[in-house]
């Protein structure tokens, strides 16, 4: 199959996060084996999704090499307006619409489709293939990959995350990190009000707590000029609480992330929200009520990025696609989990994040042309 018809294929499975994408792994398993390359799946816990690994063996054999990396899960499209059917590709004025076709099944398309010429060339190096489930709920999925990945002993040279970025290199992106919050008070009746301990007022106080701290953020840095955004960066996105509007609420619920700067660790900054907590928050609910208690669990997480401008991965994307930029994002994705392991990795990738998790959804077509003939002569370096 052709680039067109396999992101075709791919846009048609609705592997939106919540639901499971074994339809499309199991495709994509099933069409390797038919081309003499035997892939291996890692399932999540409820065996209801699966990463694939793959590998394309060179003449010395299935160590070393390149991996091409992308996620097979994409974001809802609930409430969004949508011109055309969001899991049917759609061409349109040198467009392809469809979700996923941006973010980012176009890179996998590509890969996959390239597979039989990957085949064909005289490499002496392997090229390995990467496929994760629940990028988009915080690279919930890629961990367990990539845990089989030292398992096994497997030691790819280097990888390209194929995200979108118009087919231009990002060395670095900021890390995520979930957090859900759980404040439990006291109920009582609201004209009682010193019976009871509330937990939405002492939620605000922790969520004006993350806030002050997000904008020391933004007054005092770290900085990195090259990002967009040039700090780490704390918000507060969901909320919930409360039964009635006579009734002091028992539970007050909230979920905030950060995205911090590689060099800036994560639980450096987590500690800073619990001393808050421990020091001054708890200490004044229990003075109202013995019970009181602040609940953090950790979500997901994801590491950021930071490549090397001297790892050989960098060199050879920089070269093959002529770009000497330095270029750094706000968007997590899956690199740095890859990095982690010692595996060195750049993002490149067809179509624009702009397009991404949007209404139409869209990724040119002159992108994945690029994109194929990067993959091309990515494949032909080796």
């Known amino acids: 199959m052709n680039t067109r018809t396999w992101l075709e294929t791919l846009v048609g499975f609705d592997t939106t996060s919540r639901n499971s994408n074994l339809a499309l792994i199991e495709t994509a398993r099933d069409w390797l084996q038919k081309q003499g390359v035997q892939a291996w799946l890692v399932h999540n816990p409820e065996g209801n999704k699966a990463n694939l690994f793959a590998t394309l063996p060179g003449s010395e054999g299935e160590q070393g090499g390149i991996v091409l990396s992308?996620?097979?899960?994409?974001?809802?499209v609930d409430g969004q307006d949508w011109r055309t059917d969001p899991f049917k590709l759609t061409e349109a004025d040198g467009k392809l619409y469809g979700r996923g076709a941006c973010d980012m099944k176009g890179f996998i398309a590509a890969s996959l489709a390239l597979v039989p010429e990957f085949l064909a060339m005289p490499r002496k190096k392997p090229i390995h293939l990467a496929f994760s489930y629940d990028e988009e709920v915080g690279c919930a999925g890629a961990p367990y990959m990539i845990a089989d990945l030292h398992d096994r002993g497997i030691r790819p040279e280097g990888c390209?995350?194929?995200?979108?970025?118009?087919?231009?290199?990002?060395?670095?992106?900021k890390g995520i990190n979930l957090f859900r919050c759980k404040v439990h008070g006291k109920a009582a009746h609201s004209?009682?009000?010193p019976r009871g301990c509330n937990a939405i007022e002492y939620a605000a106080r922790l969520i004006c707590?993350?806030?002050?701290?997000?904008d020391s953020f933004k007054a005092q840095g770290?900085?990195?000029?090259?990002?967009?955004?040039?700090?780490?960066?704390?918000?507060?996105?969901?909320?919930?609480?409360?039964?009635?509007?006579?009734?002091?609420?028992e539970l007050c619920e909230f979920s905030y992330e950060f995205r911090n700067l590689p060099g800036m660790p994560a639980d450096?900054?987590?500690?800073?929200?619990?001393r808050y907590v421990d020091d001054e928050l708890l200490p004044r609910m229990q003075a109202e009520f013995a019970g009181a208690r602040i609940d953090i669990e950790t979500g997901a997480a994801a590491p950021g990025l930071d490549a090397s401008e001297e790892a050989a991965i960098t060199q050879l994307v920089r070269v093959l696609t002529e770009d000497r930029v330095t270029r750094k994002v706000a968007y997590?994705?899956?690199?740095?989990?890859?990095?982690?392991?010692?595996?060195?990795t750049v993002v490149c990738g067809p179509?624009?994040?702009?397009?991404?998790?949007?209404?139409?959804e869209f990724v040119a077509i002159d992108q994945m042309a690029d994109c194929e003939r990067f993959l091309r002569r990515l494949g032909q370096s080796l």
């Open 70 to 76: 992308g996620h097979t899960d994409v974001v809802p």
């Open 160 to 173: 390209v995350v194929g995200e979108p970025t118009g087919m231009q290199v990002v060395v670095a992106h």
């Open 191 to 193: 004209s009682l009000t």
């Open 209 to 214: 707590h993350i806030r002050d701290v997000a």
């Open 222 to 249: 770290p900085y990195d000029q090259h990002y967009d955004v040039p700090f780490s960066t704390m918000t507060t996105n969901q909320i919930k609480g409360g039964i009635a509007v006579n009734t002091i609420p």
């Open 268 to 274: 450096e900054i987590q500690a800073r929200v619990q």
């Open 332 to 344: 997590g994705t899956e690199a740095g989990l890859f990095q982690g392991i010692g595996i060195p």
């Open 351 to 360: 179509g624009h994040i702009e397009q991404a998790h949007k209404p139409d």
